[in-house]
Structures are given as C-alpha cells and as structure tokens.
C-alpha cells in the first residue's frame, strides 16, 4: 500500500513539474507615456516617421527582429490608469466605467477572478506572478492575484512634481533615474528564482520612465547634449531616459539568454499611452512629439491611444509585422490563450485573442463587440477640450463629440495623420459616407449604451465623487 502511494506520490509530482516546464514565461513591459514614434524601431515598414529620428533603442530593436510588431496598436485609454486596469482586466475602461485618472472607482469589483495573474494560475497552479514598478490603479497587485510587488504605487514614487512644471521638465542627473535599474533588479531576481524553482512565471515590468520628471543618467545625457537632435524629436531629456529604459531592456534579455530560456519566453513591450504632444516652450500641436500621429496623451486621436506594441517568443515568427487593430483589451485574453486556454467563458470581456495572427493564421481577432472602443467623455483644458468617443472599425475611425454631437470620419490605414475628415465630402449634394457614418456611430452608441458608460454632462469631472452619486450614463 506504501509502494503504491510513494508511486502515485512521484507520477503526480512528475506530471507538475513537466507541466511546469512545458509552460511558457511572459514578461510585458510597459513604459509610460512613450509614443508610437519613441523608440527607433520603424512601427510601420516603409514609413520613416514611425521610428525617431533622434531616440535609439538598439534592445527594443532585438526584440522587433526575433518577433513582431503591430503597426496599429492602441491603448485602451489616453491616459495611464484606464489603460493600466484594462490590461488586467480585459475590459475597455468605458465597461469598467474607469475613464480617467484621479476618478472613484469603488464601483470596481477590484476582487475578480478575470486578471490575468489569476487567470493564469487557473490554468496551471504552478504559474509565479509579480508586478515591479508603477501600478497606477485604487488597489494592490495583491489583489490581482500577483505574488511579488511594489506594492500600490502611483506617479509619485517614481519621481513626479505634479504641481511644479518647470521641475517636471528640467533635466535631473540620477544613476537610477526613474528607478529603471532598481525595478529591473528586482525582476531579474525573480526571473532567477522562478528558474530555480523551475516554475513558469508572468512578470510585468511598469516603468514609471519616461513619464515626466525627466531624469536620466550623466552619460546618457552628455550622449545626447552632443548629439544633432532630430527634426521631429530633440529634447535631450526625453532622449537620454528613453535609452536609458532600453538600457534596462537589455539587462532583462541578457539574463534570460544566461539562463537559458529565452525559448520558452513570450517578451512584451508597449507603453501606457501616447506620449505628450509638446513640452514647453515648444507649442505646435500640428508637430508633436507623436508626429505624423494627431496630436498626443490625454486625447483619442491616434497620437494619444496608438502606441509601440512588440512582442516575441516560442512560435511566433522573426522580424514580421501586422497591420491587424488590437487593443490593450486583448492582452489577456492572448495570454491565457498563449498559456493553454482557448475557451475563455466570460460575456463581458472585451478583448478576443490575437494568437492566431502571432502565429499567421489569421488576420482578425474575435471579440464579444465589434470594434475598438475609446471613451473619453469629459472636457480636458490640456488636449482637445471637448469631451469624445471613438470606435476603430477595420481601417475606419469615427470620433464623436458631446457638446454638439459632431461627427469626424478618418481612415487611419492611407491617413495616419488624420487630416482628411471623410465626414464632410460631398457628392451630387450629398455627404458621401453618410449612411456609413450613421451605422459606424450607431455601434457606437449601442456598445455604450449597453456597458452604462459614464455619459458627458457640462461641468462633470468625474473626479472623486462615486459613480452612483454623480448618476449619469449612457
């Protein structure tokens, strides 16, 4: 009977930690308020504007050459903390009612089972999980289900003076700037015990780089000080942290190559949202640091939402690139899939798995909605201070406006810049796309009515006060 048991025993441990071996690791990195332009990979091939002409990322390169890229990749919010919770979640921040920073968010079932930590452990119990860097949402990674972490941290640990803009944009000389190295640290560590113990893990590096204050190391930024800036792109500040995050980059694949599994290892990298438009004294929105992208963070035109989106590992095909929408809603829907999950059962998820194009199968993505989603329904005295929503429909973009329900029509695949309003053109008398416009807007409408987006109302902040009390919806 002992035997027996001592045979049970060693199969059942035998048949984990194959199970464990066979997993695959994911490390997603996320920067902040870096633009679809930030880094020096060319984001869509043939167009010499989607990489800087100022910026290198030589690590990031390494990436984009052993994977692929999605040339229209977008954020699920213009801004960081909507962005941050739909990644977890795989919900746009207008079901999630989180549509930007500073906003309550008791409404928010902060205990669910659907984030992508416990998601994962649920497939296989083995999986470690760990959040290093900025959180950026009303709770802990605890609570998702991570088992290491920063803890809660917001902007402020990251080095951020909100309330004084000539700090925020100065240059400040750190050999840890931002944290880079410190966070990085941290994560090697845990890439290196997860590989002792021989369990598969889900690591997710938030860099609070290269979000204003701009710090970065004396080497760095004599590099660039001596360096002929670009035309689009040439502060000096943002250049020097930006290879300075690539730097850290760098340290992460090294290790994975050191120990070996760098096989077996789905890598990442993307940023919270656009980046910012301009940084004074320069102030020519039509050229911004997102250029040829319209404008830049804290508003839905492309140069706020459409961001760097990377990705490599065990199938996915060297130096390619898709021009397929995805969102930040899919995420974990494409990583549970990745990790041995193709049947996700939840309704309300948004996001629909992008494996199938990671392995050229497809060139679409399932979803429970038709669409990409970006709901913004307040007055922001920085971008375009009207509150909007928008919807990507294969190549087309409808932005809709609140205070006088005006509609602008672009196609985003031949109109990067989104200079040509398709809404206005008219032929024999007529708008041409008007029967068009009118079923894109109705998706729209009918997906926010659905999930009770939060609804604009003149005055309304969103800020602090509950939901329920502010009691306006679509």
Wanted: proline fraction near 4%; charge should be positive.
């Amino acid at each position: 009977m002992r035997s027996l048991l001592l045979i049970t025993l060693i199969l059942l441990f035998q048949n984990s930690n194959s199970q464990s071996q066979k997993a695959p690791n994911f490390i997603f990195i996320l920067a902040d308020d870096q633009g679809w332009n930030g880094t020096s990979v060319e984001m869509l091939n043939g167009l010499k504007e989607s990489k800087s002409d100022f910026y290198e990322t030589p690590e990031i390169e390494k990436i984009a050459k052993e994977g692929m890229k999605f040339s229209y990749a977008y954020a699920s919010a213009p801004v960081c903390a909507p962005s941050r919770y739909s990644i977890q979640m795989g919900k746009t921040p207008a079901r999630l009612q989180m549509i930007r920073v500073g906003m309550n968010t008791e409404h928010i079932n902060h205990e669910t089972n659907f984030t992508i930590p416990k998601q994962l452990k649920k497939i296989n119990s083995n999986y470690k999980t760990a959040h290093f860097g900025k959180w950026g949402m009303d709770s802990n990674p605890k609570t998702f289900g991570y088992d290491e972490s920063d803890g809660a941290t917001k902007n402020k640990d990251g080095v951020f003076n909100w309330d004084s803009n000539k700090i925020q944009w100065s240059n400040t000389i750190d050999e840890d700037p931002k944290k880079i190295f410190s966070i990085t640290k941290r994560a090697i560590n845990f890439i290196e015990s997860s590989y002792e113990e021989k369990t598969p893990f889900y690591l997710q590096i938030s860099h609070y780089a290269i979000h204003s204050d701009l710090v970065m190391k004396r080497k760095t930024f004599e590099k660039y000080r001596d360096k002929k800036p670009g035309e689009n792109h040439d502060n000096i500040g943002l250049a020097a942290m930006t290879e300075d995050l690539d730097t850290s980059v760098g340290l992460v694949l090294t290790k994975l190559k050191e120990l070996g599994i760098e096989n077996n290892t789905y890598i990442i990298y993307s940023s919270d949202n656009g980046s910012v438009p301009v940084i004074f004294p320069r102030k020519n929105y039509k050229k911004s640091f997102n250029h040829p992208l319209q404008r830049g963070k804290w508003d839905a035109m492309e140069g706020g939402i459409r961001v760097p989106f990377i990705i490599s590992g065990p199938g996915i095909s060297k130096n390619t690139q898709t021009e397929t929408p995805i969102s930040f809603s899919d995420l974990l829907p494409t990583i549970v899939d990745l990790a041995g999950n193709k049947n996700l059962n939840e309704k309300t998820l948004d996001g629909g798995s992008f494996k199938d194009i990671l392995f050229q199968k497809s060139k679409k993505v399932k979803r429970n909605s038709e669409g990409l989603i970006f709901h913004v329904p307040y007055e922001n005295k920085i971008a375009l201070e009207r509150a909007h929503s928008a919807i990507i429909f294969d190549s087309i973009k409808l932005v809709k406006f609140y205070d006088n329900n005006e509609v602008k029509l672009f196609d985003i695949k031949n109109d990067n810049s989104e200079s040509t309003d398709l809404s206005k053109i008219f032929q024999g008398g007529k708008l041409l796309h008007k029967k068009f416009i009118d079923r894109i807007e109705n998706k729209l409408d009918k997906y926010l009515h659905e999930v009770r987006a939060p609804k604009w109302k003149s005055g309304i902040t969103w800020k602090k006060k509950p939901l329920k009390i502010i009691n306006s919806y679509h």
